[in-house]
């Protein structure tokens, strides 16, 4: 896509940077201001088919396209900030997922700013949407896991599958996107790729290669695990293998991803070698398809690698060479050489060597070949 025809929103809600889960929850909406002010720094927000959009709390009738109406009920009444023992058996009022002021709202607000993206997408307002605040993967239909309340991915994918439409789901956050996997897991209406730290090492454990759907979805759930200190250059390679085959064979109406930043190597909560290299070749990538995009946030937890790889992902996504006096150029060829001057927004790659690479290329060859002999022949793929 030429950037002249290219039509691209930005979803954020200054409402963001009110909530916190807890004091030092590692999990900080400020994510959203913080990756909004670093686009708007570098002029990646102020062209004239990039518009800004400010999202509202999704509806309580699209929450239940995907979740269980008792579970709403007690989100709702979580909302006043207060824990009583009822919420456990939600999995509300945990370390990972507590209870705070203004809970509901926050939640609901983060699907709104997820369904805006879709909504933007199929009333052919622009091509490429990017909502820093999506991206819960984990929640459940009746329960909170793993800093996820409402399940954005599940409910607008739901409601893309009521108006007959077909869905390719790209997850690259670090972490299993095991609650959009459950859901659709039966389905071959859904694409589900997910590449992420192996569960042997890292929550929520799962997200094996063996995991590839059932029923009619047999060959539309695939899972690409990682060992930790899985570099760029291992990384695009599996992605490259897999991702474009299965993404054109499946030939869906939307794709939408979860670019995660908590594939890192900064990240404090994972074990990944990644830089934003990686996430912005995979973000050319998805863009190469020319179809309509929708790029979520997801995790990540080193705020400022963060805002700096998400700001980078959205130059990609545009096309576009942010400039800024004090943080340089980032570098203006996207494909190839990667920029690693200081002051670059690219991160300086990080590069494993010796037996752990070749260790960790054996087994990630081992889960392409695998992948390539249980899913790719359902999709007449050789
Ligand atoms: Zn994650």
């Known amino acids: 896509m030429r950037r002249q025809e290219l039509r691209s929103v930005f979803i ?16 900080r909406p400020v994510r959203s201001k913080a990756t909004y002010d670093l686009c708007a720094k570098l002029n990646l927000l102020s062209h004239d088919w990039i518009q800004v959009v400010n999202p509202k709390p999704l509806g309580v009738e699209f929450l239940l396209l995907f979740h269980d109406h008792k579970y709403i009920e007690y989100l709702q009444a979580a909302d006043k900030g207060k824990f009583f023992d009822k919420l456990i058996e939600f999995n509300l009022g945990t370390g990972e997922c507590p209870v705070f002021r203004g809970l509901y709202d926050y939640a609901a607000l983060c699907a709104g700013a997820a369904f805006e993206g879709v909504r933007s997408l199929i009333k052919d307002r622009c091509d490429i949407a990017f909502s820093p605040m999506g991206g819960h993967h984990h929640a459940g239909k009746r329960h909170a896991e793993g800093f996820c309340y409402i399940n954005d991915v599940a409910v607008i994918i739901t409601y893309l599958l009521h108006r007959g439409m077909r869905v390719a789901y790209v997850d690259l956050d670090a972490h299993h996107g095991n609650g959009v996997q459950d859901a659709f897991y039966e389905n071959d209406r859904v694409l589900t790729i997910s590449l992420h730290e192996t569960g042997e090492t890292l929550y929520p454990w799962g997200g094996h ?27 695009m390679a599996a992605f ?13 109406d939307l ?9 890192l190597a900064v990240d404090p909560l994972t074990h990944l070698s990644l830089t934003n290299n990686a996430m912005a070749d995979a973000a050319a990538v998805l863009r190469g398809f020319s179809k309509k995009l929708l790029v979520l946030g997801g995790g990540g937890y080193d705020i400022d690698a963060l805002a700096r790889a998400w700001a980078l992902v959205w130059a990609v996504l545009n096309n576009i060479e942010p400039k800024d006096e004090y943080l340089g150029t980032v570098g203006g060829v996207f494909l190839g050489e990667t920029d690693v001057e200081s002051g670059s927004l690219r991160d300086a790659h990080v590069y494993t060597t010796g037996p752990d690479k070749k260790r960790i290329n054996k087994q990630v060859n081992d889960t392409i070949d695998y992948i390539k002999r249980i899913v790719f022949p359902v999709h007449g793929l050789r």
């Open 209 to 235: 290669r063996t995991e590839t759907g059932e029923g009619p979805g047999q060959g539309y759930n695939v899972n690409i695990p990682l060992p930790p200190a899985t570099d760029d250059e291992i990384y």
């Open 255 to 263: 794709i939408i991803s979860v670019a995660g930043a908590d594939v």
């Open 12 to 27: 954020h809600s200054p409402e963001f940077e009110k909530y916190e889960l807890a004091p030092h929850h590692p999990f």
């Open 240 to 252: 490259r293998e897999i991702v474009p085959p299965l993404v054109e064979a499946f030939r869906p």
